[in-house]
């Protein structure tokens, strides 16, 4: 426990870290250009999505990321037109519920597969949750074809390392899950989406998807330790980054503006995603609250205090829930070899 504690107070280097993160921000900033050169502010929600593909794959060999990029590629896309479709449906906050938490199980039991990194179901279930409650009216094939349009792009800005990129060792190799440890894992995702958005919808607050994600967000780290301090991460650093979203949304951006400074908070956040949890979270807060400024207008007292207040309930089913289920998850681990966690 000391020694967590003292590493929430050190920052490693980041070396290695800032070229992974540029190639997320112009994958970001590229597509968010497009669309407001085109005049299609409804379609930048996909657009950030899709971009968001980057983040996997980052500390890979070449080879590998380029594989990993597609096949997150094809999830998040999957994950952004099935919330598309949800949307055009006017699917209600219980149906997301539901639908949430069978993506969910399905996913973790589809990212550990496929070897995927960051580990588990969070960006997809991000994705979906986010644009399931964003209004959209056209088409669904232009939702469609914007998601591939920015996927793309990300997959050719991580082939682009290839070529600018630094060239660091891949991680070293691990074995897959047993299957016993992947539906375990599957399971305690899908229980605690299930009970965070419950409990946030219940109470009738107005973005239950945001406990749906906080309590998904520590499951990923190894251990039962790592995984509390998940957790403590990201509360802390949620609740600063609720501090800095509160300052910025009381400037009129521009949509430009706008698409720019997304683009620069999320670059911010993945320098420190793997170096330091709760600062990652301090700039990609606020990416979380204003991305779908371009199409929604919420007063910014209203998201500050939903994503503060539900990002406690989901660090909190979290908790209870690992402490839950911590020995049935060691027995899985043990029944064989076991993959790399966390991102």
Do not use: C, K
């Amino acid at each position: 426990m000391n020694q967590h504690v003292r590493g929430f107070f050190e920052l490693p280097s980041g070396r290695g870290h800032r070229v992974p993160a540029l190639r997320v921000g112009a994958g970001i900033a590229l597509p968010l250009l497009v669309m407001l050169l085109l005049g299609r502010l409804d379609l930048t929600v996909y657009v950030i999505f899709g971009a968001l593909t980057g983040v996997f794959g980052r500390a890979e060999s070449h080879r590998l990321r380029f594989r990993h990029l597609g096949s997150a590629g094809v999830l998040m896309g999957v994950s952004i037109v099935a919330g598309a479709t949800a949307s055009l449906a006017g699917t209600g906050p219980w149906a997301v519920v539901l639908a949430g938490t069978v993506l969910a199980g399905t996913f973790s039991v589809l990212s550990d597969r496929l070897g995927l990194r960051p580990a588990g179901p969070f960006f997809f279930l991000f994705a979906f949750t986010t644009t399931a409650g964003v209004p959209f009216a056209g088409p669904l094939s232009e939702a469609a074809l914007a998601v591939v349009g920015s996927v793309l792009t990300a997959v050719a800005l991580g082939l682009a390392g290839t070529v600018t990129g630094p060239r660091w060792d891949p991680p070293p190799p691990y074995g897959p899950l047993p299957w016993s440890a992947m539906l375990l894992r599957a399971g305690r995702y899908a229980l605690a989406v299930s009970l965070a958005g419950a409990v946030a919808t219940a109470l009738g607050l107005g973005h239950h998807n945001w406990a749906m994600l906080a309590a998904t967000a520590p499951l990923a780290a190894a251990g039962l330790a790592g995984r509390l301090n998940r957790a403590v991460h990201n509360v802390v650093g949620t609740y600063a980054g609720v501090g800095l979203s509160a300052a910025l949304l009381t400037v009129d951006w521009t949509p430009l503006q706008l698409a720019l400074l997304l683009a620069l908070l999320q670059f911010a956040g993945e320098v420190y995603a793997v170096r330091h949890h709760s600062l990652s979270l301090v700039f990609m807060t606020p990416v979380a609250l204003m991305m779908t400024g371009f199409v929604v207008s919420v007063p910014a007292h209203r998201l500050v205090l939903d994503r503060a207040v539900e990002t406690t309930i989901g660090a909190g089913v979290a908790v209870a829930l690992v402490l839950a289920t911590e020995r049935a998850v060691r027995r899985a681990r043990n029944s064989g070899p076991v993959g790399a966690s966390g991102r």
